[in-house]
Nanobody
Framework: QVQLVESGGGAVQAGGSLRLSCAASGPVFSTNIMGWFRQVPGKQRELVATETTTGITDYDESVKGRFTISRDNAKGTVNLQMNTLKPEDTAIYFC???????????????WGQGIQVSVSS
């Protein structure tokens, strides 16, 4: 059973920084993609940033140059450093992992419970 636990959210003023962390437990030590999505009420969940086990990263255009994703494959963790935060970054942020190899019954997408990030102007 894969479990993801997020930490590090909170409230900051515009221009500030926050660091989100996500720790995965269970059978995640295989080829996978880890990353972050975010969602605001009434809107669809949107991709923020992802990183593969081989270090390939992808970012939404709105966060490029401000957010940095990093992961530790040995520890099963993924972090999101968020700088120069804007009010429009306010959302619930979800950690996720998409397991692409390993035991068939373990493959698929898993989500954390979400963590609030609030940026005031």
């Amino acid at each position: 059973q894969v479990q993801l636990v997020e930490s590090g959210g909170g409230a900051v003023q515009a221009g500030g920084s926050l660091r989100l962390s996500c720790a995965a437990s269970g059978p995640v030590f295989s080829t996978n993609i880890m990353g972050w999505f975010r969602q605001v009420p009434g809107k669809q969940r949107e991709l923020v940033a992802t990183e593969t086990t081989t270090g390939i990263t992808d970012y939404d255009e709105s966060v490029k140059g401000r957010f940095t994703i990093s992961r530790d494959n040995a520890k099963g963790t993924v972090n999101l450093q968020m700088n120069t935060l804007k009010p429009e970054d306010t959302a619930i942020y979800f950690c996720y992992v998409n397991i692409l190899s390993g035991a068939i019954q373990d493959r698929g997408m898993y989500w954390g419970q979400g963590i609030q990030v609030s940026v005031s102007s």
